[in-house]
């Protein structure tokens, strides 16, 4: 986002988890997380329904002539969410509980808000 400041661009940010939030509420998603933060790095949101958890990585637009979000989280960033994940469900202890990674775009190059829910949008990444 070139010509945006530090503050501008996180407050952006911050509005785009606000409303996945609010959207994955309505779809019946309960929020166990928000921005869940451990040693090895940062999750935007951590959601369950029916007994699932999805670590969702949330990606804001302001343009649709914006790289396509899903190549937004390469590699390297699903190896990060990959192990905040496993920390998350071995310091809860849910190791019978189902998880996948899902990536959630927030779309606001309309008058409203789009939405493009992309369940297990990768697979569990391993190594360092």
Same mark, same amino acid.
């Given at each position: ?10 407050? @952006? ?5 606000? /409303?996945?939030?609010?959207? /994955? &509420?309505?779809?019946? *998603?309960?929020?166990?997380? &928000?921005? *869940?933060?451990? &040693? ?14 999805? @670590?969702?990585? %949330?990606?804001?637009?302001?343009? %649709?002539? +914006?790289?396509?979000? &899903? ?12 192990? %905040? +994940? ?8 849910? *190791?019978?509980?189902?998880?996948? @990674?899902?990536? /959630?775009? %927030? ?20 190594? *360092?």
């Amino acid at each position: 986002m070139q010509g945006f400041s530090d503050a501008e661009k996180k407050g @952006f940010g911050r509005a785009g988890e606000d /409303l996945a939030a609010q959207f /994955l &509420r309505s779809k019946g *998603y309960r929020i166990r997380e &928000r921005n *869940y933060r451990c &040693r090895l790095g940062e999750v935007d949101l951590i959601v369950e329904r029916q007994g699932e958890i999805s @670590f969702v990585e %949330v990606k804001s637009r302001r343009s %649709v002539n +914006a790289v396509d979000p &899903r190549e937004l989280v390469p590699y390297g960033k699903q190896l990060h969410i990959s192990k %905040v +994940a496993q920390h998350y469900i071995a310091s809860k202890k849910l *190791y019978d509980v189902s998880a996948d @990674f899902a990536v /959630l775009i %927030v779309d606001y190059s309309n008058s409203e808000p789009r939405f493009e829910w992309i369940e297990g949008a990768f697979p569990l990444a391993y190594g *360092y």
